[in-house]
């Protein structure tokens, strides 16, 4: 199973839930932490660790931050780097966390990975200048 958890910076995080609830309807398995100006690192960290627990080849996490560099990207990565069972991808927007929370219904974490690598330069665009 993967776990789909956006991180990121005010109310961004929880947004994206609500809106792509709008477009494809009730999902489960995704969770968001918001980081907010009240928040420290050491808090945040403190969420991350209730949110990312268990972690094995049956409970797979993948982490959806805003900006490489944040604090919830930085910490995120702390996870990722300490096992191989947890992705972090930043620069989340909606149609990739809907492409993330459809293949994350029947594939592993490694799978829905190489499928949001392939459609993610398809997610931005421009119209005309």
């Known amino acids: 199973m993967v776990k789909v958890l956006l991180a990121t910076h005010g ?3 929880a947004g994206l839930v609500n809106s792509a609830k709008m477009l494809i309807g009730d999902f489960e398995n995704v969770d968001y932490i918001s980081f907010h100006e009240e ?9 991350f660790e209730e949110k990312v627990f268990d ?31 947890v992705a972090v991808f930043y620069g989340i927007n909606l149609p990739l966390l809907i492409e993330a929370i459809m293949h994350s ?25």
Not at 60 to 76: R, T
Not at 105 to 129: M, Q, R, Y
């Open 55 to 85: 972690i094995s080849e049956e409970k797979q996490y993948l982490i959806l931050c805003d900006i490489i560099g944040g604090s919830p990207f930085n910490v995120a990565s702390k996870f990722s780097f300490e096992n191989p069972n």
């Open 105 to 129: 219904k029947d594939k592993n974490l490694k799978e829905v990975v190489e499928e949001l690598l392939k459609i993610n330069k398809d997610t931005i665009g421009l119209s005309a200048i």
């Open 11 to 13: 109310q961004l995080a």
């Open 39 to 47: 928040m420290g690192i050491d808090q945040l960290n403190d969420v």
